[in-house]
Nanobody, 119 residues
């Protein structure tokens, strides 16, 4: 099992920055992929960024050049640095974990943190 706790959401003006953190209850080395997803009102949940246990990252086209995902193995956390925020980035952001050898995924989700970008 994995417990995930997000932090760092809030209200920011367009063009500003926020840093989200996701603390995992176990070593992120044992988690195949950690990811950030988001869901805006009335929309489906969408992938924002992922990072594998080997450090490979993937970003959605809509956030490339603005967002960065990174892992801190010592603290068992995954961070999402969000710069040049736009009103369309407003959503609840969720951290997710995919475990190895289980197929499918993500298998565990955090409770979500609200990000609101004002114009």
């Amino acid at each position: 099992q994995v417990q995930l706790v997000e932090s760092g959401g809030g209200l920011v003006q367009a063009g500003g920055s926020l840093r989200l953190s996701c603390a995992a209850s176990r070593s992120i080395f044992t988690i195949s992929t950690m990811g950030w997803y988001r869901q805006a009102p009335g929309k489906l949940r969408e992938l924002v960024a992922t990072i594998t246990s080997g450090g490979n990252t993937n970003l959605a086209d809509s956030v490339k050049g603005r967002f960065t995902i990174s892992g801190d193995n010592a603290k068992n956390t995954v961070n999402l640095q969000m710069n040049s925020l736009k009103p369309e980035d407003t959503a609840v952001y969720y951290c997710a974990a995919t475990l190895p050898m289980r197929g499918g995924g993500p298998h565990y989700w955090g409770q979500g943190t609200q990000v609101t970008v004002s114009s």
